[in-house]
Nanobody
Framework: QVQLVESGGGLVQPGGSLRLSCAAS????????IGWFRQAPGKEREGLACISFSDDETYYADSVKGRFTISGDNAKSTVYLQMNNLKPEDTAVYYCAAVRDVPFELLPDSFYDYWGQGTQVTVSP
């Protein structure tokens, strides 16, 4: 059974940092791509970044480029999203998703087969 579990969310002040984790189980990392998404209340789900375990390539949305960094630990089947200089508009539920594919760009949510349950990130004074 494939399972993605996010962790690391919470309340942080503007300008602060958080590191989210996405632990994958029930599937190998062969040709695996994991992406991070977020959804704020009343807004559409937004793709943030993805990483390919096949070639370690990473792709980012312009909205987070330079502030967020995605990385992966093949041995732990875990992907991280380091978020720096957080802003109130980063407040959302953050999700990770997985698909067996080798991307050449940031993949939209429709490409992904497996999803985690989400973790809340709140940026507030």
């Amino acid at each position: 059974q494939v399972q993605l579990v996010e962790s690391g969310g919470g309340l942080v002040q503007p300008g602060g940092s958080l590191r989210l984790s996405c632990a994958a189980s029930g599937l190998t990392t062969d040709y695996l791509t994991i992406g991070w998404f977020r959804q704020a209340p009343g807004k559409e789900r937004e793709g943030l970044a993805c990483i390919s375990f096949s070639d370690d390539e990473t792709y980012y949305a312009d909205s987070v480029k330079g502030r967020f960094t995605i990385s992966g630990d093949n041995a732990k089947s875990t992907v991280y999203l380091q978020m720096n200089n957080l802003k109130p508009e980063d407040t959302a539920v953050y999700y990770c998703a997985a698909v067996r594919d080798v991307p050449f760009e940031l993949l939209p949510d429709s490409f992904y087969d497996y999803w985690g349950q989400g973790t809340q990130v709140t940026v507030s004074p």
